[in-house]
């Protein structure tokens, strides 16, 4: 029955090509969170918008108290903000979002300057949005960056990120809250960043994440499992990097500009 | 507190569901790794919906969310990290041995491809492909059709025995 006769050509061809599964319910209720910050702070600004325009129209003379004690009208000095509003959350102070200095071919090599091993390219090098999968002594390892906030925006030219609103996405330590169910799991260390670790095991293989949310806004993904991919045999019992050794890497300045 | 059990269902019926909506994703879209971010996006959506699904229609939702999500990305070309670098030529091509579901698959159009995985992978009704896909049930039945003839015409292993119903 060609029913059936598909039915299993399809399910021979997914269970031969299919990778493990690595995906977490968490990065989906993040990008959730994220996406109705986003969606309430449009509406905050439509309504602030609103408010504005009609102010305009009933009062075109409102002054505004600058920084400085004087006074001048609205508009004469579009630079100068009408009100100061006191930063609460520190948004100012934050560093400048440092742009990516490497190409995806570039990864591989550069993660072995790191720690020294035979990498190689998958077959064909697996590009993902903003991120790499390699074999590094036969061990499969990808690095990742995503920018804190989706709106950020992407040379074409070079394809590196050159800026991005990533002030929207909130401090370093509420990234990582926001992207586990168990917060306590996140720590901040002295530049500022939070980061968290952990070590899936499906059957015989196991999985190691390391999460990096710096204070520049970049939320950096590196991981390293204990084998080439589900067709090959375990190399060993556990990925061949630490949780520490994959912070280290994720927090070199090799990355950036 | 009502978030924190919300989270605990999502997670569980992310474990529990994700690769299959994962499988069907990759059939559509034919690389695991553009069905991953295809799939986590359409779990961001399902999680954005989550408080107003009923339980008996979180699946239905799941499935038409996915396969949305892998047709649209299908149709706009993957997503990857733009480079000059790239070597003008790719890797060579695997020795044609004639017989390839994934290469017969990328033969049809992504909404064909999305109603193979639907029909024969994941084994649905044509009500429940038209469902998902939102296209009528006539429209599923002749693009089912067009499909098969397509892969029968590469895959000639496959000998049609009996009428599609």
């Excluded at chain 2, 799941?62 to 030529?89: C, F, H, K, Q």
């Excluded at chain 2, 049930?137 to 119903?165: C, F, M, N, Y």
């Amino acid at each position: 029955m060609i029913d059936n006769e598909l039915q299993t050509l399809l399910r021979d061809h997914v269970a031969g090509t299919e990778i493990p599964f690595s995906l977490r319910p968490e990065e989906s209720v993040v990008r959730a969170r994220v996406a109705r910050l986003r969606k309430r702070r449009r509406r905050l600004a439509a309504g602030i918008v609103a408010a504005v325009a009609v102010a305009a129209v009933g009062a075109p003379t409102i002054v505004a108290r600058r920084a400085d004690g004087g006074r001048a009208p609205v508009g004469a000095e579009p630079t100068a903000p009408a009100t100061v509003t006191p930063s609460t959350s520190g948004k100012d102070d934050l560093p400048r979002h440092r742009a990516l200095a490497v190409t995806a071919e570039e990864v591989p090599a550069l993660f072995a300057s790191l720690y020294p091993g035979t990498v190689s390219e998958t077959s064909p090098l697996r590009i993902r949005a903003l991120g790499v999968e390699f074999l590094w002594n036969g061990f499969a390892t990808s690095v990742r960056w995503m920018p804190a906030s989706t709106g950020g925006l992407r040379n074409r030219e070079t394809g590196r990120m050159e800026r991005g609103r990533w002030q929207d996405a909130g401090p370093p330590l509420e990234r990582c809250q926001t992207g586990t169910t168990t917060p306590a799991r996140c720590h901040v260390d002295t530049t500022g960043a939070a980061w968290r670790t952990s070590l899936v095991r499906v059957d015989d293989t196991a999985l190691r994440f390391v999460d990096l949310y710096t204070l520049d806004g970049w939320d950096i993904r590196l991981t390293s499992a204990n084998r080439k991919d589900p067709t090959e045999p375990v190399l060993s019992s556990d990925p061949p990097f630490t949780a520490e050794q994959l912070l280290r890497a994720a927090r070199s300045e090799v990355w950036f500009r | 507190m009502k978030r924190p059990s919300m989270e605990a269902e999502f997670e569980e019926y992310f474990l529990a569901r994700g690769p299959t909506l994962r499988r069907t994703a990759y059939l559509v879209v034919r690389d695991w790794h553009v069905a991953d971010d295809v799939t986590q996006a359409a779990m961001t959506k399902l999680y954005l919906a989550w408080p107003r699904l009923r339980v008996e229609t979180i699946d239905a939702y799941a499935r038409r969310t996915v396969v949305n999500e892998a047709i649209s990305t299908a149709r706009r070309g993957r997503r990857e990290w733009p480079t000059s670098d790239l070597p003008e030529a790719g890797a060579p091509e695997p020795p044609d041995v004639g017989f390839d579901v994934g290469r017969a698959l990328d033969l049809l159009s992504p909404q064909q491809r999305a109603i193979v995985a639907l029909r024969f992978f994941e084994d649905h009704s044509v009500a429940a492909v038209a469902d998902a896909l939102g296209i009528a049930e006539g429209t599923v039945k002749s693009q089912t059709s067009r499909a098969i003839s397509t892969l029968r015409a590469h895959l000639h292993d496959l000998v049609p025995t009996e009428e599609l119903s």
